[in-house]
């Protein structure tokens, strides 16, 4: 192995990495790593080895993360293969050990910087196994992850096996590749709390169900009862509508812009035949035009889910989430019922959780309405979270009772 680079970091980076978080982002020092070094050993402002970095010099942001602040630096770095199978079994078999997770055939078997493997995220979707990369360091290693998930679970096979690259920007914005088949579509069902859903793999980005709001879905449930009529807002493929109904919820209004996820939600709807349809309405429109057309006709509802995309375009101009939620905060409130319950998400690192509460007070302050904070929610079981590290706890969202 090649003398490894030791370069001096942005002493906010010598603080931030001493404090436990794992990224180098793009800045004066970062930009001067040498280009073709796998890894940089990074030292302080006395020129002191402090971190074992993993180089990513094509990423906009993230330019390095930490992989180890263990000395010698040059001996972990000769250990690299050792020490990614030794992090992936020991990830994998905390996660098989947790009994809840036997409720659902979709979790993370691996959860990037949280489980010491950064950039690196590991889905297990029924007998299919999803590996996610978001550096682009981790394509040097495909094989060797490849390998040790399929020696811890040797009944997935090669066609089983699929590879994805995402990331902010649409240069890390990748459909999965299937690991024997690269042209390959999969289409399959898995069952999460006794529904089933479709998965499509290959034919599009998402692949129509999200892990990591799986807790959440679950800690709503006392929130459902017979009573309840339900609006979904941005419903994607209807996991929260269709958990609403199997929990007996009288009625489910679920709202999306896109044509293409109402018919996925209808086709998931259609592979629960126990589940009454005639209790379901699907809106085809945007979340701002439903909630006018909804007022318009009178209509109440007692739990509202809205779950925006971070950000979003009109094609004239970008809005970020927690920027529509004025508009958003004043049209649920006209159809929620009174002691109702609106639940609101943020789904980005860039707010923090502190940020995100402080905002919606402030709305809710601007908007002379009265509610009172029933839940936070936030990432929870398969997808754990670290201290010093905001960006890898970028699920947010409150429950908001009106008074």
Not at 97 to 117: C, H, I, P, S, T
Not at 231 to 258: E, I, P
Not at 356 to 364: G, R, Y
Request: proline fraction near 4%; hydrophobic fraction near 35%; include cysteine.
């Amino acid at each position: 192995m090649n003398k490894i680079p030791e370069c001096l970091i942005h002493p906010i980076s010598i603080k931030l990495i001493r404090s436990g978080h794992p990224w180098i982002t793009a800045d004066n020092f970062s930009n001067r790593f040498p280009r073709q070094s796998e890894f940089i050993i990074a030292t302080d402002d006395r020129k002191r080895p402090m971190a074992l970095l993993l180089h990513d010099p094509n990423h906009k942001n993230v330019k390095a993360r930490v992989w180890s602040t263990k000395f010698p630096f040059e001996r972990e770095a000769q250990h690299f293969t050792a020490s990614i199978q030794a992090r992936l079994d020991l990830a994998m078999e905390k996660r098989l050990q947790e009994a809840a997770l036997k409720e659902r055939e979709n979790y993370y078997l691996v959860f990037g910087e949280a489980d010491q493997l950064p950039g690196l995220f590991v889905l297990r979707l029924k007998d299919r196994i999803l590996i996610q990369f978001f550096t682009g360091f981790w394509n040097r290693y495909k094989s060797i992850i490849q390998t040790t998930i399929q020696e811890i679970f040797p009944e997935i096979k090669d066609d089983n096996i699929w590879f994805q690259t995402r990331g902010e920007t649409r240069e890390l914005q990748k459909l999965p590749v299937n690991a024997s088949e690269s042209g390959r579509r999969d289409e399959f069902h898995i069952q999460e709390f006794g529904l089933q859903y479709l998965i499509r793999l290959g034919s599009s980005y998402d692949h129509g169900l999200y892990t990591d709001m799986s807790s959440v879905r679950h800690a709503l449930k006392k929130y459902i009862t017979a009573e309840t009529a339900v609006l979904n807002l941005y419903c994607y493929t209807g996991a929260f509508s269709l958990w609403a109904m199997k929990l007996g919820a009288k009625q489910v209004t679920s709202v999306d812009l896109s044509p293409k996820y109402i018919e996925w939600l209808q086709q998931n709807l259609g592979l629960n035949p126990e589940l009454n349809s005639a209790q379901h309405e699907a809106l085809t429109m945007s979340a701002e035009e439903a909630l006018v057309k909804l007022r318009q006709e009178e209509r109440k509802f007692d739990f509202i889910i809205c779950d925006p995309p971070s950000s979003s375009s009109d094609g004239e101009k970008r809005t970020s989430a927690i920027k529509s939620y004025k508009d958003l905060i004043s049209k649920i409130d006209k159809v929620l019922n009174p002691k109702g319950h609106m639940v609101i998400f943020l789904n980005t690192h860039q707010v923090t959780n502190q940020k995100f509460e402080k905002t919606i007070q402030e709305i809710l302050g601007e908007l002379k309405l009265n509610y009172k904070l029933g839940m936070r929610l936030s990432l929870g079981q398969d997808c754990p979270t670290i201290k010093g590290f905001p960006e890898g706890n970028y699920l947010k969202g409150l429950v908001l009772e009106k008074l």
